[in-house]
């Protein structure tokens, strides 16, 4: 599987399919193998890109440069070993942090962008507020490290009771990566402030589960007024992982949403 040189790291990513590039970009959570849900049904039609953020399973870096202030040229890095000069992008969670910044500066890379369950770099006190909150829990054992009722934080907690199996996959598949301080999602020199999205025009849907309480289960309605023309949607059967907990509307809201701007 390819790498491609980004400063002094090396950046993991997977491709699959033909078509207009779409890219899937993990939250803490994930990495490359979280999306097996989603590759099969996209690369009938797109050429599918997954990517290992700096510091996740494949994509290995020293903790000082695992930093999310990374990523957008991360991305930038593997468009460019692809020679792909514009692709859309479908961002999870801290995955906005790759995915926004790259819209804001670089508009003529990014045909389209998906955000799901994530305060995004867009700031606001509220929305800083929910972000603190989330990296304090994430920071504390997010995503299946902490014992009872506990370490479903994030999830639709019937569906984590019928589905147990699920729960236990995605719980297997965050354990691939080495630990990642959510901290960093705060630094001062990544927040995007209004003035820097003062005329942002890619078409952008930002998307909430309305049983996530690792953020709350209204944040990105709040998020989608802080970024230019972005409409919200809510899933709601699903937490904070729709892509996860229901894949089957969350491939067609991403589906519907690309056949209107691809």
Known sequence: MPYAPSGDIDVYYE?????????????????TMCW????????????????????????????EQSHPRHYPDDILAIMNAEG???????????GAWA???????????????????????????QNWEVLRTAGDTFNAGHGGNRGGDDAAVGWNRTFVKEHPEVFFLYSRIKE???????????????????????GFTTPTLMAGGSHDDFLTPTSHLHVATLIPGAVPHTFE????????????????????????HV
């Open 176 to 198: 691939l990566n080495p630990g990642f301080d959510a901290r960093t999602m705060q630094d001062d020199d990544i927040k995007l402030f209004p003035e820097d999205l003062a």
């Open 84 to 94: 792909i000069d514009r692709a859309a992008f479908c961002c999870q969670s801290l």
């Open 36 to 63: 097996f849900q989603q590759v099969p049904y996209f690369a009938e039609r797109y050429r599918v890109i997954t990517v290992d953020l700096r510091g996740f399973k494949n994509s290995r870096c020293p903790p």
């Open 99 to 125: 995915g926004l910044p790259l819209a804001a500066r670089h508009p003529e890379r990014v045909s389209a962008l998906f955000i799901n369950g994530s305060p995004t770099p867009a700031y606001s006190p």
């Open 237 to 260: 059967e699903s937490g904070h992982s729709a892509y996860f907990e229901t894949p089957g509307e969350f491939n067609a809201v991403l589906e519907s949403f690309l056949a209107r």
């Open 15 to 31: 491709t699959a399919g033909s078509g207009h590039p779409l890219f899937f970009v993990h939250g803490g959570g994930g990495n």
